[in-house]
């Protein structure tokens, strides 16, 4: 009797191509296996993810990505719960580093240069790569000493200086209006869209690179979440912008680059509209229908 259920299962429409040649392909898939759009080689790159793995003890959490990250453009990564984008995001700032029992194989390049190498300033690599996650983490203090956190950690005392930052990092995170007539009240009497654009501003305050972003949007209302987006799509060109979402909506607003992820590895990576209307794998086709993940 449980294979007359398990035919009626598979036999559901839509469903009976896709579930096992996703299976299938996943088996077959190999590490050049990955589609990549052609419109990326005239990308200049910053990162360059280079047959990079890493495991969490024995269990392999990303199986040799290879890709560009292009200078100046928004790239999401999208896939199932589980698929590695988080620690593919934490892979680029070496916050994994931070977790027990984790090794890695292969290397990520930060303007061509190696992140894993014995001799690189984890430090420094953070400041170069700001981080924002799922659940805005304001520090219990003002507004104000929130955003100049960092600069004042790295020694900058002048008044001038610090007010100076945290007003063009405030205006950058669409901030500004809203709080300054409240500089000195606490961060945490912000809601949470607000909590959210000073964790932005904070990361901006440091002058990175590259803002990485895991879901930031989440826990946010629907125009909490319009005036992030917003923000993304704005601060592109300055920074280049890595971001996480499960929003496949969000995806196509603020990126100029789709990459989809299952199972640690790449699938699929190109201009965010091609992976989204004219992907170049079945998988992709599947996970951006909605029909499996
Ligand atoms: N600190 C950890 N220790 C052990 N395993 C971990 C750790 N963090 C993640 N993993 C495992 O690595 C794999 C990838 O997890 P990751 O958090 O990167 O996925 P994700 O794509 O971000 O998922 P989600 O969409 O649910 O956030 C999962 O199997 C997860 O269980
Ligand atoms: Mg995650």
Not at 80 to 94: M, Q, V, Y
Not at 206 to 225: G, K, Q, R
């Amino acid at each position: 009797m449980i294979g007359v259920s398990e035919q009626v299962v598979i036999a559901r429409p839509g469903t009976e191509l896709l579930r096992p040649a996703s299976w299938d392909a996943h088996e077959r898939l190999g590490d050049e296996d990955a589609a990549i759009h052609e419109e990326l080689e005239a990308e200049q790159n910053i990162l360059s993810v280079d047959r990079f793995s890493l495991f969490y003890g024995k269990q392999q959490a990303l199986h040799e990505v290879s890709m560009g990250v292009p200078a100046g453009k928004v790239t999401s990564l999208i896939g199932p719960s589980g698929c590695g984008k988080s620690t593919l995001l934490r892979s680029f700032n070496r916050l994994n580093d931070l977790i027990d029992n984790v090794r890695t194989e292969g290397n990520i390049y930060l303007s061509g240069q190696p992140i894993y190498a014995r001799n690189v300033d984890v430090i420094e690599l953070r400041k170069r790569m700001g981080m924002v996650f799922q659940k805005s983490n304001p520090f219990p203090m003002s507004i104000f000493e929130n955003v100049v956190y960092g600069v004042r950690l790295a020694g900058e005392r002048h008044r001038g200086v610090l007010a100076e930052v945290a007003e063009r990092s405030l205006r950058g995170a669409a901030l500004w209006e809203e709080v300054k007539d409240r500089l000195h009240g606490s961060a945490m009497s912000l809601s949470g869209g607000q909590q959210q654009r000073l964790c932005i501003a904070r990361a901006i305050a440091a002058d990175p690179e590259v803002l990485l972003m895991d879901e930031p949007c989440s826990a946010l209302d629907p125009i909490a979440t319009g005036k992030v987006e917003e923000l993304i799509h704005n601060l592109r060109g300055e920074y280049t912008i890595v971001v996480v979402t499960h929003n496949m909506q969000q995806a196509a607003r603020v990126s100029d680059y789709t990459a989809l992820m299952y199972l640690g590895r790449l699938i699929e990576y190109g201009p965010t509209k091609a992976v989204f209307v004219n992907p170049h794998r079945r998988e992709t086709e599947a996970y951006v229908t909605g029909r499996f993940g």
